[in-house]
């Protein structure tokens, strides 16, 4: 039988700090709180469809009226670029506010 559906917001290993990371309550988190890379995996946010697997660089961070801060990530690999929105009022884990000012400051 199997389950049909897969759990998407389940902890994780980040491929680049090495640190281990809790889901996330509010959303599926795609990215780690610490270092903000994130992995490769979805081509729509979520679905893990892509076949690429390879770390994702935080490269600037947007701000949206509607969704608010967003990071952009840049697949190390393929180039591929997406963004998330940025986690900074998650009750476990909130995302690196320091790392976030320092991307903002690039872009
Ligand atoms: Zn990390
Ligand atoms: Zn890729």
């Known amino acids: ?3 049909r559906f897969i759990d998407r917001n389940e902890s994780f290993q980040c ?3 090495g640190r281990r990371v809790p889901p996330s309550k509010r959303s599926c988190r795609n990215h780690c709180p610490h270092c ?3 992995v490769h995996l979805d081509v729509f946010p979520g679905d893990r469809s892509a076949n690429c697997g390879e770390l994702m660089e935080p490269v600037r961070v947007e ?5 608010g801060y967003q990071i952009v990530h840049r697949c190390l690999r393929c180039g591929h670029e997406s963004r998330n929105v940025a986690a900074l009022d998650d009750e476990l884990q909130p995302d690196n506010l320091e790392m976030l000012l320092q991307l903002m400051r690039n872009g």
């Not at 701000?63 to 969704?67: E, Q, V």
């Open 36 to 38: 903000l890379y994130s």
């Open 15 to 17: 491929g680049h700090c």
């Open 1 to 3: 039988m199997g389950r």
């Open 63 to 67: 701000y949206h009226s509607k969704k």
